[in-house]
């Protein structure tokens, strides 16, 4: 039965929230994430959205959630039950995903990163590395055979240039672009060829290391919203898609919807 389904993705910078009609996406929009907000603060919030979007919130009649911020889970949970009505399906240990988690042990690995891997072998096949580039730049492995194996996390971009901010007294914040050359002329391109140029190279050399323990014809998919920095310097990704978690909230709740309704 086609549902009119909420998908949110609660992240340790944003709350990124979509509506899918069915397979089509009909809206997203991000919020701040801040565990101390109340319920009825994200309730507002959300409700005020939807219709900015063409979405009537008495028509929401499903919701999934991941999270990596477990202090914020009970405050959707609870508008998904208080403001629409719904019991949501919380992705977590025992969801059927459509892959086989081989992490050790399996609760460790984030909900996110599950639902990420889910979306990129249903719609890319395997074997496929996803590389999300947001908080942190993170990695993960899904074989031909569908076996998530893990992966590898580092710092972000925008932490790492933070870092610099503030741990540092003469360097200051700047754009997160390309900048003429890798070796920078003034502290803005200097900066700027580190972190874009640097992290890039990063990305590219981890790239390389998982297909050559994952196999060299594995695909690449890019997500997170800071893919766009590094795309053009990495050139490795096979597809960029930033709403790979929300289309992976999508599937997954396909798989458990009959049981989770039922």
Same mark, same amino acid.
């Given at each position: 039965m086609?549902v009119l @389904?909420l998908?949110?993705?609660?992240?340790?910078t944003?709350?990124?929230?979509?509506v899918?009609?069915?397979?089509d996406l009909r809206a997203?929009f991000r919020?701040?994430t801040?565990a %101390?907000?109340m319920?009825?603060?994200?309730?507002?919030? +959300?409700n005020?959205?939807?219709?900015?979007?063409g979405v009537?919130s008495a028509d929401v009649?499903?919701?999934?959630?991941?999270?990596v911020?477990p202090p914020?889970t009970p405050?959707?949970?609870h508008?998904?039950?208080s403001?629409f009505?719904?019991?949501?399906?919380?992705v977590?240990?025992?969801?059927r995903t459509g892959?086989?988690?081989?992490?050790d042990?399996p609760?460790?690995?984030g909900a996110?990163? &599950? &639902?990420?891997?889910a979306a990129a072998?249903q719609?890319?096949?395997?074997? &496929?590395i996803?590389?999300d580039?947001g908080t942190?730049?993170?990695? $993960?492995? +899904?074989?031909a055979d569908?076996?998530? @194996?893990?992966?590898?996390?580092?710092?972000?971009?925008s932490?790492?240039?933070d870092? @610099?901010?503030?741990?540092?007294a003469m360097?200051?914040?700047v754009?997160l672009a390309?900048?003429?050359?890798?070796?920078?002329?003034?502290?803005?391109?200097?900066?700027q060829?580190?972190l874009?140029?640097g992290?890039?190279?990063l +990305?590219k050399?981890m &790239?390389?290391r998982?297909?050559?323990?994952l196999g060299e %014809?594995?695909?690449?998919?890019?997500?997170g919203?800071l893919a766009?920095v590094?795309?053009?310097?990495?050139? +490795?990704?096979?597809?960029?898609d930033?709403?790979?978690? @929300?289309?992976g909230?999508r599937i997954?709740? $396909?798989?458990?919807? $009959?049981?989770h309704?039922?």
């Open positions: 086609k @389904l998908a949110i993705d609660i992240g340790n944003n709350v990124t929230v979509g899918f009609d069915g397979d997203t919020m701040s801040d %101390r907000k319920p009825d603060e994200y309730a507002i919030t +959300v005020h959205l939807l219709p900015l979007q009537s009649d499903a919701a999934a959630i991941c999270s911020v914020l405050s959707f949970v508008l998904s039950k403001y009505g719904i019991q949501p399906l919380e977590g240990a025992g969801t892959v086989r988690v081989r992490y042990p609760r460790d690995v996110d990163r &599950v &639902v990420d891997a072998f719609m890319y096949g395997g074997p &496929v996803v590389v580039i942190a730049t993170v990695l $993960d492995a +899904v074989t569908g076996d998530y @194996l893990g992966g590898a996390i580092a710092p972000g971009i932490i790492a240039a870092s @610099l901010f503030h741990a540092t360097l200051r914040r754009e390309a900048p003429p050359s890798a070796i920078g002329r003034n502290t803005v391109h200097a900066l060829s580190g874009v140029f992290y890039s190279e +990305v050399g &790239v390389g998982f297909k050559r323990e %014809r594995a695909k690449v998919v890019a997500t919203g766009n590094v795309a053009d310097e990495a050139a +490795v990704f096979d597809a960029i930033p709403n790979l978690t @929300l289309t909230l997954v709740y $396909d798989m458990n919807a $009959d049981r309704r039922g």
